[in-house]
């Protein structure tokens, strides 16, 4: 489809700018200078603990998920808003996880290395690179027994999850048993503070699909359109039961590891040449030249800061959980025997 | 009406799992070699019963294995995962430390994960160093998951069972010589998680143990009680939730506690409940657990790993003298 020209378009571009209202409101957040109301907070954080932000890669979640079903599950990386919020789940509770509050979907547990929302089949960021992999083969493998729908699960990794064994443990599991399960490897460039080129023998995510005979699609993941249009095929393709399935999508980490790494050990030509093609000014010239007005586009950045300013009042004002939360769900079988 | 029948440990596990797969469509196994019955019959002629789709022969790949059973659980199954032996479940250890027992807690309750992570444990002769570990105690130290270490083939059969209905996330210790053990296995008595067997009864002193050691508890057992001395002989079964009530109690009746474990002795799971009882009761306490050492492979090198019926008779003696 050319959803350049069409709603289609228009709502990928919200789902970016929605994912880039929220990390940019959860990273200032995180540095304890602004409150939700824009006064010098004067204090912790709202926000603590590792904030893992996707600036810069809100194509491919948002071209992704676009073809994705409330009852598809997914599974992420612990760079996960941007999946979580494309999947389909409400962003205010999603800030109210992050300020760990006890009406976030976790309950406040979890933040955001943890974020998730089951309701809509997103199965959970994860704090261990490369986890998320056999468990969504698990999922899949599931939906292919349970034969009840072609629903499909999507696994989101990163290049540095390449190197570590469950990914080449998981994807020839897929292959095996030919699982309906897309694999989506979000190539931001780098493994926390390491470049991940010098660390990965070989050609990358794509080339280790392939030697597995899993087909693999390599992508502009900056262009949210070419994502788009990939992953309606690849997804076609799985739903379709062809088995895995696997997109390589070429993107940046505009920021550090974490929220307060300034990413000091990076060539700054390197950013400065990757903010170039920033998914979002990238998508919203598109449209414009498209022919789609510069109001509409307005509105959708400024619905999106609302929403957000909501959210963090929200946030802000929700009750922490109560302590004993602490000691429920933990486990059923022997409950109250943790003192 | 079942009757009761002599079966192995072995033969009991397999009936457990059949009688949880026809209850319940959602049972489904995963491992290598679970097809042809597993490498110690534990799923002999299951396949055979439900067909490749539920008991479904894995690639060597316990970390997709593991962390397979959890997107399984998540999506509705109820997985039983094989390990192999527990020395192997270590190359799933993310899977089942970080993923398996952390799910349902850090995403505030959205998702359960009720599997059964069987993993044989123990010394198997001649099998050395990455053959023959005693890992329970690392599990049970573990939030989240439910520790099961049966001694006999009904307590196999019932725990098993137990096991796979409960909804947590359990790590299912057999132990890897007690697969040829026979006995009496009645289908109409459930063995429940969390729940001690008394094995002897006495007021001499209180002997706790479990798996395999609990034969080598028995017989010490049936040595001191020709010496006139009456042991409390409890087989823990399940290691986490332990049986603090049973345990207790006796230790207050006997004012006496020998804890004896197949696993190193260091920081093992016998401190735990030696450290309770002393808190609880002020019994007198000793524990008996293998050195600090690998277990080595030549007759000589393992015996040292072992903890014998002399050696037990001798510390229980020893605590009544």
Known sequence: MDSSTSGAGEALYRTMVRIRAFENAAETASQGGVSAYGQQAGGAAKVRGPLHLSTGQEAVPAGVCAHLRTSDYLTSTHRGHGHTLAKGADLTRMMCELFGKATGFNGGKGGSMHIADFSVGMLGANGVVAAGLPIAVGAAHAQKLMKKSDDITVCFFGDGAINRGPFLEALNWARVYELPVLFVCEDNRWSATTASGPMT???????????????????????????????????????????????????????????????????PAEL????????????????????????????????ARDEVDTALAIADAAPWPDASAAFTDVQTTGAGQWH | MALSKELSYSEAAVLAVQREMEADARVVVLGEDVGRGGIFGQYRGLQQTFGAERV??????????????????????????????????????????????????????????????RMPGGIWDASAAQHSQSLEAWFAHLPGVVVVSPSTPQDNYGLLRAALQCGDPVVYIEHKTLWGLRGEVDEDIAVPLGKAARVREGNALTLVSWSRQMQACAAACDALAAEGIAVDLIDLRTLWPWDRETVLSSCARTGRLLVVHEAVQAAGFGAEIAASAAEATGCRIARLGAPRIPVGYAPVLEAQSRVGVEAIAAAAKKLLG
């Open chain 1, 272 to 303: 400065a040449a990757a903010l170039e093609t920033d998914p979002i000014a990238r998508t919203r010239g598109h449209l414009l030249s498209a022919g789609v007005n510069a109001a509409t586009l307005d509105a959708i950045e400024n619905a």
């Open chain 1, 201 to 267: 023998a070989g050609d990358g995510a794509s080339a280790r699909a392939a030697s597995m005979d899993i087909a693999a699609t390599q992508v502009d993941g900056n262009d949210v359109f070419a994502v788009h249009e990939a992953a309606a095929r690849l997804v076609n393709e799985v739903r379709g039961g062809a088995g895995p399935r696997l997109l390589h999508a070429l993107t940046y980490r505009v920021k550090g590891h974490v929220s307060v790494d300034l990413a000091a050990y990076r060539d």
């Open chain 2, 56 to 117: 479904i022969d894995t690639p060597i790949s316990e970390a997709a294995i593991m962390g397979a059973g959890v997107g399984m659980a998540l999506a509705g199954l109820r997985p039983v995962v094989e390990m192999r032996v527990v020395d192997f479940a270590l190359c799933g250890m993310d899977e089942l430390v970080n993923q398996a027992a952390k799910n349902r807690f850090m995403f505030g309750g959205q998702g359960r994960v009720p599997l059964v992570a």
